[in-house]
């Protein structure tokens, strides 16, 4: 990509340019503006000769939003078709974990980072009727907050009222259900407050509940050095999973998903899979080895794979 300031512009060429571009592809001038930085009122302007101060500047954006637009499209033509949702052994039985707490249970599973986790909670959530799911964060895990995600995942579009007041309405949603089940993501930033009131929905309705989270969900729950507070919760945790890293078996219908056969890229692989990021860091280095694979014009082979890694461990592959 080119710096503008240091080329010359031709403003002529940029605005044609942005005449034939809004004419191919429909766009409004209001919607042109969220792309270039610059409002529509100005770019009708500029496009139309009718702006009144010199149009370099504008020129500049123009021409920058092209090579944006040119760096996209050739970041397309390599990029790699990830493969959809693939049941390994380990989401499995976080499913049957899952199904099970839509019997009217509460359940957990405390799985270190980039186990699918989440992407198997989806999959339910998609598959079920009934089912409600909400990712905790900082931000959402005092009794408020949580509240209101929780009638937003069942369909409130914008929650109102009291702590009581919303509370209420959680539980005579649930009541009306058959099977109904909450499954809250990253449960380990749960507040006591918090997790006491799920508590309560679930004896108030018999509303399933799922708590999802890294090992601190465990920790938190039912440690060994667990508080008087969650005691009662952790009486009525009727099953669980703790797994900190993917299964042999887990890696091999993951090398299945990739149409993967070579030894070598397996050993790597497998290798990859036993370190922090899990099978997440492995997708991530698949992905990226296979672009390297398409920019050399070559068949993937493990050379790619060790360098798509080496990469991205000089920088924590995301939690």
Request: net charge neutral; charged share 20%; proline share 3%.
């Amino acid at each position: 990509m080119n710096d503008p300031k240091k080329q010359q512009i031709d403003v002529e060429q940029q605005r044609a340019w942005l005449n034939q571009h809004k004419e191919e592809t429909g766009l409004s001038w209001k919607q042109l503006e969220a792309r270039i930085g610059r409002s529509g009122s100005t770019l009708s302007l500029f496009a139309n000769k009718k702006y009144g101060a010199p149009g370099d500047l504008i020129a500049e954006e123009v021409f920058v939003y092209r090579q944006t637009l040119a760096a996209k499209a050739a970041a397309a033509s390599k990029a790699v078709e990830l493969p959809d949702y693939y049941a390994t052994e380990t989401s499995l039985q976080l499913i049957s974990l899952l199904t099970w707490a839509k019997r009217g249970r509460i359940t957990m599973a405390a799985m270190g980072p980039g186990m699918s986790k989440s992407i198997t909670a989806c999959h339910f959530d998609a598959c079920n009727s009934n089912v409600f799911m909400v990712t905790i964060s900082p931000a959402t895990s005092g009794i408020r907050a949580l509240l209101r995600a929780v009638l937003h995942a069942m369909g409130v579009a914008s929650p109102t009222g009291d702590i009581q007041s919303m509370s209420m309405q959680i539980k005579d949603r649930a009541s009306k259900l058959q099977d109904p089940l909450l499954i809250l993501d990253e449960a380990q930033h749960l507040t006591v407050q918090s997790i006491e009131e799920v508590r309560h929905w679930h004896d108030a309705t018999g509303m399933g509940i799922a708590l999802l989270g890294n090992e601190q969900v465990q920790q938190k729950i039912d440690g060994g050095s667990r508080a008087a507070a969650f005691a009662q919760l952790f009486s009525r945790v009727a099953q669980s999973i703790v797994r900190s890293r993917p299964l042999q078996r887990d890696v091999e219908v993951l090398l299945d998903a990739w149409g993967i056969m070579d030894p070598a890229i397996a050993r790597e692989v497998h290798r990859i899979a036993q370190l922090p990021g899990a099978l997440r860091g492995v997708t991530f280095t698949l992905e990226l080895a296979k672009m390297l694979a398409i920019s050399e014009h070559t068949d993937l082979n493990v050379k790619h794979v060790e360098d798509a890694w080496a990469q991205l461990s000089r920088r924590t592959v995301g939690a």
